[in-house]
């Protein structure tokens, strides 16, 4: 029996990675378990990325033929290193490593590492500098393979997701922070560009994109207005002024609708959770004026919000970011369950977002390592080993992933808003390429436990060939 590490094909693989996903459902057996539904499109969590690749692990030779065992996700973009400059942000191009699962009848046999070599290599075909992967604190064996001999990653960044569910009664803003701007599309990019690309990490140089997109539910402005003008509103006139002649304390963030694309579900829950969980709503919605702190029905599908772009600046900002996040939980009421943010561990704005612990996770770990020279060789500057910045800026298109979700108790933290796609970005194989290179399966064999390249055309050992920009 071999494993083939190939591409995703949906006409052939959805069901066999689906499979695979069931078997590595987060949660501990007999307990609760956090099930993810991309509704029927595996690769809708990659899929608004520049560029994507999906890859599965097929056993064949087996008595029980051909059947996919391990899936691996990544993408590759150009984003801001946070490195300074004389007059220009510096970018790199960088690979994102997501959703790798293999069965668990499958694992201690090499497939996860190979599928990550093979995903690198994709990386280094893409121009990527750099690749790095997220997990949280507490996952040892995931750990243990990216930082580990074999594959050499760093432990480079430890942000925080902050999650606040979705009450019937509204959340009370600040009352010195104006309402809400609702900023354009284009006003909210100029305004990203010219106050953040600089010093903000991840900041992706496709930023329009983001904000156009049909799941960005918009871009709000917040500031803050001092106690001897708190009579006075604060009057949008256009971000040409704004920039020139910026409030003392303000902050800016925008909203991506995850439940377009992606469910999920807390199952294995007991019928006393349940009615607690129930009754709280119920109250919640008959006494509104009580303010109850009521839990979502989070034991069936359900959809969240993810907050994204958070940044500000003057003494005051964290204010302003507080009004954002109670804005965005009021806006969310009859529309999803939760809302989340994700910032860095030192982020100024951090201290004053509302949020509940028992939904967050503090213990977020990002990895990283260096994949190949680029234009940082010249003064021999490694972003993977560099000091970590203020700001950090997640990319609604990658999001939250739920295979690091938590499920105990309530405190099902990471998977409480999933990564999102939907159709809009061709595939790897649809670019036109300047140049055509091969990037051949690769096998394992059960009985040498060696892996090899597999050339020819046998029926399943067919090379994987992907077109490249």
């Not at 497939?111 to 994709?122: C, F, N």
């Not at 074999?150 to 509204?170: D, E, I, M, Q």
């Not at 939760?338 to 612990?357: F, G, Q, S």
Request: positive net charge.
């Amino acid at each position: 029996m071999v494993v083939l590490i190939r591409e995703y094909d949906p006409s052939t693989d959805r069901e066999g990675t689906e499979a695979v996903d069931r078997d590595c459902e987060v949660g501990p057996t007999g307990g609760m378990s956090l099930h993810a539904d991309l509704l029927g499109d595996p690769v809708a969590r990659i899929r608004h990325s520049p560029a994507y690749l999906m890859l599965v692990a097929e056993t064949s030779g087996g008595p029980g033929g051909r059947r996919i065992v391990g899936v691996i996700r990544g993408t590759v973009k150009p984003v801001a290193t946070g490195k300074h400059q004389s007059c220009a942000p510096a970018f790199a191009s960088v690979g994102y490593i997501l959703g790798l699962r293999v069965s668990p009848s499958h694992r201690r046999m090499g497939i996860a590492l190979e599928l990550v070599r093979r995903l690198e290599q994709w990386f280094a075909l893409r121009g990527a500098e750099y690749a790095y992967m997220a997990t949280e604190k507490s996952n040892e064996a995931s750990l243990r393979l990216f930082t580990g001999p074999k594959l050499g990653y760093s432990k480079f960044r430890t942000p925080s997701l902050l999650v606040h569910p979705v009450h019937a009664h509204r959340l009370r803003p600040p009352r010195r922070v104006t309402a809400l701007v609702p900023l354009d599309a284009l006003d909210a990019e100029k305004l990203y560009r010219r106050r953040f690309a600089r010093d903000v990490e991840f900041f992706p140089t496709d930023i329009g994109a983001v904000l156009g997109n049909t799941l960005s539910l918009g871009t709000f402005l917040a500031v803050v207005v001092g106690a001897e003008d708190a009579s006075k509103k604060f009057e949008w006139r256009g971000v040409e002024q704004f920039l020139a002649s910026p409030p003392a304390s303000w902050a800016v963030a925008s909203l991506w609708d995850c439940g377009g694309v992606f469910r999920l579900e807390m199952r294995g829950a007991s019928r006393a959770r349940r009615a607690l969980a129930a009754a709280s709503r119920a109250l919640d919605r008959a006494a509104k004026w009580m303010r109850v702190p009521s839990v979502p029905d989070f034991f069936r599908p359900f959809a969240g919000w993810f907050a994204y772009g958070l940044a500000g600046e003057g003494d005051e900002a964290p204010l302003a970011a507080k009004a954002l996040l109670a804005s965005f939980v009021n806006m969310a009421r009859g529309r999803a369950a939760a809302v989340a943010v994700e910032v860095a561990a030192c982020d100024p704005l951090r201290r004053r977002l509302p949020h509940w612990r028992r939904l967050s996770c503090t213990e977020d770990l990002w990895c990283m390592k260096r994949l190949w020279g680029g234009e940082d060789d010249v003064d021999g500057w490694d972003w993977a080993k560099s000091a970590p910045g203020l700001s950090i800026f997640v990319d609604p298109r990658e999001g939250f992933r739920p295979d690091r979700a938590r499920a105990s108790g309530l405190n099902i933290g990471r998977g409480i808003l999933p990564a999102c796609r939907t159709c809009c970005t061709p595939s790897v194989s649809e670019y036109s390429a300047r140049g055509r290179q091969k990037l051949h399966a690769y096998v394992l064999c059960f009985e040498t436990r060696k892996w090899s390249k597999a050339y020819g055309r046998q029926e399943i050992l067919q090379p994987l060939e992907l077109k490249v920009i």
